[in-house]
Nanobody, 120 residues
Framework: QVQLVESGGGLVQAGGSLRVSCEVSGSIWSINAMAWHRQATGKERELVAA???????NYVDSVKGRFTISWGNAKNTVYLQMNSLKTEDTAVYYC??????????????WGQGTLVSVSP
């Protein structure tokens, strides 16, 4: 089975920084792309940042210049570096990955989410 595990969430003061990570494990042939979504209370889930296997990235306008998505040295890990955090960044952050499984099935896999809380 393929699973994603997020880590690094927590409580941080506005203006501070936090890095969340996502590790992919299980039976996979290749990773096509990974992304971070977030869902704040009372709002719909939104795409925050995405990265493909070639390193091309995309961001929602509200985080451009503040957040950076990147691959780890091990290509089974992706990071989201969050700088200059604002209270409106408070949300549960979910890692998602589009992969070719070991059985060559193209699937989307979601992590369980990690809470990022930004205090005033």
């Amino acid at each position: 089975q393929v699973q994603l595990v997020e880590s690094g969430g927590g409580l941080v003061q506005a203006g501070g920084s936090l890095r969340v990570s996502c590790e992919v494990s299980g039976s996979i042939w290749s990773i096509n792309a990974m992304a971070w979504h977030r869902q704040a209370t009372g709002k719909e889930r939104e795409l925050v940042a995405a990265i493909d296997s070639g390193g091309s990235t995309n961001y929602v306008d509200s985080v451009k210049g503040r957040f950076t998505i990147s691959w780890g040295n091990a290509k089974n890990t992706v990071y989201l570096q969050m700088n200059s955090l604002k209270t409106e960044d408070t949300a549960v952050y979910y890692c998602t990955s589009n992969v070719l499984s070991g059985s060559l099935k193209k699937i989307d896999v979601w992590g369980q989410g990690t809470l990022v809380s930004v205090s005033p």
